[in-house]
Every structure is written in structure tokens, then in C-alpha cells.
């Protein structure tokens, strides 16, 4: 099939996004393709590595599961069938605590737990439209990590169903010590953000008096 892209005005289904070639990524929300090409960086990948191995050791012989992209999760707005489907996104990271929702196809229905980490082509995307997205069909946490601000943003959905004011992470304290990240969803998860984001380079201590320019 001709790439989504040449038809701007059209909406897509789940039917139409598996027939696209694979030298392409796309994401499909409400119908809308978007590219996902060109490929994160280094950095990016490295976050998205070492959180999946955090979760996937920590629920090994444990009833929720975590997954890395690329999975597809399908999104329906309803009963509707997979073919019928409008919305498909790969987000980085995600733990789904109900086998039901588990198929060969990926994951049909939110996800407890979505980890999206920012690169330049999604940020814009991942901290609006996504989040709005993820609101709207009941993940409950959502997780932002910023890399280079070495954050990350943990929305967490309230009882009226949306989500609340974000609790930021920072990777260390002020004293450059690595911070642990926690979350009552998973009363028991720990993850070390020191083993997590890439270490600081080492801070330059100038002597002599300072110098103005």
C-alpha cells in the first residue's frame, strides 16, 4: 500500500495500518497516521533498555507483564472489532496486569502502566496528544521521562478518571546522589534512576580567584 502520508485527508484502521510495508513506522490516533521515522538516538534507546529490564525482572513470576516497543496496543473506543479500530500506538514501555488483554497481536485496551521517553520527533506528540489519549482510556500511570532534564514526569489517573498533577522525579539530588523511583501502583517496585540514566560527566573545579568577563 501507497505510504498513509500521500492521502492526508483520509482516516485509517487498524486493517489499513497492517497493511503498510515495514520500511515505516506509524502510529494511528483517531484515524490520523504518524510518522515515526526517523529512529531515536542512542540515548533514548539506552532509557528505554534499561527501564524494561527494571520491570521485566521485577514481574517475572508475577501476574502483570511488561512489554517493549515495538508492541502494538489497539485502542478501541468500544466493542468495535480490531479491523475497525482507529487508534494503534507503540509506546516505549508498558505493563498490562490483565492477561485478557494480551494477544498475538499485542495488547488490546489500556495498559496499567505507559513509559514514553522523549526524543526530538514524539516529544511534542507524547506530552499532549498521548497523554490526553491515555487519559481518555483509562491507563493508570503514565510516565514521561525527559533525558536530557534527566526527569521524569509520573501522572498518576485520580478517582473523577483523569489524570493529576504530575509528580516529578529528578534522577539525583542536588548532592548528585541517585534517586529512587516508587509508585503505589506497584507498592514493591524500586528502581534505581542511577543505574537508569547514564552517569553526569564530572563537575570542573577551576582554581584561583573567579575570573568576570
Known sequence: MSDPKEIPTKTYTYADYCTWTD?????????IPY????????LHQTLVGKLYRFLDEFFEGKRCKAFVAPVDVRLPKGDESDDEVNTVVQPDVIVVCDETKIDAKGCRKAPDLVIEVLSFSTASRDQIKKRALYERHGVKEYWIVHPD????????????????????VAAETESGTPV???TPLFPDLAIDLGRVF???????????PPRYL
Request: aromatic share 8%; hydrophobic share 30%; glycine share 10%.
Open 23 to 31: 520500511d515505516k513506522r506509524f502510529e494511528l490516533i483517531d484515524g
Open 35 to 42: 510518522d515515526m521515522t526517523p529512529a531515536p538516538g542512542t
Open 149 to 168: 532534564d534527566r526527569l521524569v514526569y509520573m501522572y498518576r489517573r485520580l478517582p473523577d478518571g483523569r489524570f493529576g498533577p504530575a509528580d516529578i
Open 180 to 182: 529512587t523511583l516508587s
Open 198 to 208: 547514564p552517569p553526569l560527566p564530572p563537575r570542573v573545579i577551576r582554581e584561583g
